[in-house]
């Protein structure tokens, strides 16, 4: 038996509640749900989160969104790379600020994937949310064998209005998860951004590097990011934003292998923020990526290396010129 315990959530324009395993679910009124993994929350998604939550509203009910953790993928597919577009507390942050009332987080294993799709339908769906109405993208597939299909929902549920987003509405915006990861694994940070309607964004904790950039006047932040799932952008230099401490600085940062000073093969984020000297190992920082500048280079000397950063940090500088650091955090920040 599924059991949920719940938190609340607040975003910046709702408060709403997310239920989590272990604990009852309540009974919702009226439910309009919809289904999915809600990956990086782009255009895409929110034309059906907006439909949902108009459905809702309509019938003076709750509207309902059921996802999964961990992604299905990580379950089925457990050697292949997630490269998901942000985390599950971040994607939770930006459903509720589409106005959604509840989120359930259901534990997606390789048992609940085996449920054929009538058995889904009933043993899920209708006894755990008794969904009025049904909101779903086109060409859901769910149960077994992803057997199950809008023309299985609208048998079995007879009494229940199941309506699928019109292809076109979806296929107007351009924007698919799929798009959007090609993007950012080409580093076209900025077309990733105006997918997803924001900065795509990586968080992480400052641990020990070489301590090189500090000898030539560049000083780095080396980023252990926190959840490993999250997709990190393509190799190379990038002017960001940096989110620390609820303040806002401009910097940039080098994704790559640091093939001047080093042969070995292990990937870093190391990010220089600009006038800024504190000690922050051990602490979270958020980078929001802005452009994508060049591709990471091996340079013959460290003098060569130091030139060209200068380089970057003036061409950096000149594209967050327009960058108010006072307000970017409240236009920006998903948990603020």
Request: charged residues 25%; glycine residues 6%; contains cysteine.
């Amino acid at each position: 038996m599924l059991r949920f315990d719940k938190q609340s959530i607040t975003s910046q324009h709702s408060v709403a509640m997310v239920f989590h395993f272990t604990d009852v679910l309540p009974e919702f009124r009226n439910a309009v749900i919809t289904i999915g993994s809600f990956d990086g929350v782009h255009h895409g998604h929110k034309k059906i989160l907006k439909e949902l939550s108009r459905a809702a509203k309509a019938i003076n009910g709750e509207s309902v969104l059921i996802t999964f953790d961990p992604h299905p993928r990580k379950v089925i597919n457990p050697e292949v790379s997630l490269g998901l577009l942000c985390t599950p507390e971040e994607k939770y942050k930006l459903i509720i600020d589409e106005g959604i009332d509840h989120i359930v987080v259901v534990p997606f294993s390789r048992d609940f994937s085996m449920q054929h799709a009538e058995a889904y339908i009933q043993d899920f769906l209708i006894k755990y949310f008794n969904p009025r109405k049904i909101v779903i993208g086109y060409d859901h597939k769910f149960g077994h064998s992803r057997e199950g299909d809008i023309h299985l929902l609208k048998k079995v549920l007879r009494d229940v209005v199941v309506e699928e987003i019109a292809p076109q509405l979806i296929d107007d915006a351009a924007v698919s998860s799929t798009k959007i990861r090609h993007a950012l694994g080409r580093g076209q940070v900025r077309e990733a951004g105006d997918m997803l309607e924001r900065y795509y964004t990586l968080t992480g904790h400052v641990v020990q590097g070489r301590q090189l950039g500090r000898t030539i006047g560049y000083p780095t932040a080396n980023l252990s990011i926190n959840n490993t799932d999250v997709l990190i952008p393509a190799q190379g230099v990038y002017a960001v934003m940096v989110e620390y401490d609820e303040q806002a600085y401009k910097g940039m940062l080098n994704i790559g292998t640091n093939p001047t000073v080093s042969s070995e093969q292990q990937l870093s984020c190391e990010v220089h923020i600009f006038d800024f000297e504190e000690n922050i190992y051990g602490r979270n920082l958020t980078v929001y990526f802005i452009e994508h500048m060049r591709p990471e280079e091996k340079f013959n000397s460290l003098d060569a290396l130091t030139a060209q950063l200068k380089k970057d940090e003036a061409h950096a500088r000149q594209l967050l010129a327009g960058i108010d650091t006072a307000s970017f955090l409240a236009r920006n920040s998903i948990f603020l």
